[in-house]
């Protein structure tokens, strides 16, 4: 019984996305269908422009590639007004800054991505697009700290490294820091820092230059997702959007009331 509730939720999903996969796939030129028989791309349509993508062959490429530009599980487009400028934490090779720069062509976009590994290919990806790259991580207090980076790039988090564990030491700039590189506002704030996001949604008087928040949380502590949710609420932003998509963590989409 339980697989077949599953097995139906799966189909639900499938049918609730198609719409937004088939115009995105016409929108980059990406046959998509389904994850199982996706295959990364060697190039895609940002604007008028194609762009020759730069990449690890490693696992969970292909699924951000799909969550930030086929099923657009940020958002873009949606509940979203006046865009003028755009930060991304967690921009790894750059995919939902170059689908933010083909939704939104005249926005300021700021993209965060510590990690020394993918750096090289985040610039390739993004150069001539007006993305302004900071090689930093976001977190709750501006600073240095260890970006412990042993497995797919796009899990490398901040913390304390085990014995002969591969990390690297990076300059970490706090909420507040990041509004001010922004110029003073941020329309859309997208997250997604792995784990890094609870001490940054603590409350503080920044918060009140953001007006839009796409947050990918994780449960990496024993926290629930419904907490999340709830540090949203406390900032003074409105639930527009609400999914958890796997026992570790989902997405969120908040505006500012």
């Known amino acids: 019984m339980t697989e077949m509730v599953s097995a139906g939720r799966r189909v639900a999903r499938f049918v609730l996305l198609l719409p937004e996969v088939c115009a995105n796939s016409l929108r980059f030129r990406v046959p998509f269908l389904l994850p199982r028989w996706f295959r990364m791309p060697s190039r895609f349509r940002v604007g008028s422009r194609t762009v020759e993508l730069q990449f690890l062959d490693e696992e969970g490429v292909a699924a951000d590639f799909i969550t930030c530009v086929l ?21 790894s090779f750059g995919f939902f800054s170059l689908a933010a720069r083909a939704r939104y062509p005249h926005a300021v976009i700021h993209a965060y991505e510590p990690n020394p590994r993918i750096l090289p290919l985040l610039r390739a990806n993004v150069a001539g697009f007006g993305v302004e790259i900071h090689p930093e991580a976001v977190g709750g207090r501006d600073g240095t700290v260890r970006l412990i980076d042993e497995g797919p790039s796009d899990q490398a988090r901040v913390g304390i490294p085990e014995m002969n564990a591969q990390s690297y030491q990076v300059r970490q700039v706090s909420l507040e820091t990041l509004v001010k590189e922004a110029g003073g506002r941020i329309d859309l704030l997208k997250l997604d820092c792995e784990g890094a996001e609870w001490d940054i949604l603590k409350p503080a008087a920044c918060w009140e230059s953001v007006r839009n928040v796409r947050l990918e949380y994780h449960l990496f502590r024993g926290e629930l997702a419904e907490d999340a949710a709830h540090a949203l609420t406390r900032l003074g932003f409105r639930i527009l959007h609400f999914q958890q998509y796997q026992e570790f963590g989902g997405v969120i989409w908040a505006e500012r009331t």
């Not at 099923?71 to 921009?91: E, K, P």
């Open 71 to 91: 099923r657009n599980n940020y958002g873009l487009g949606h509940h979203l007004t006046d865009v003028r400028s755009i930060v991304d934490v967690g921009a």
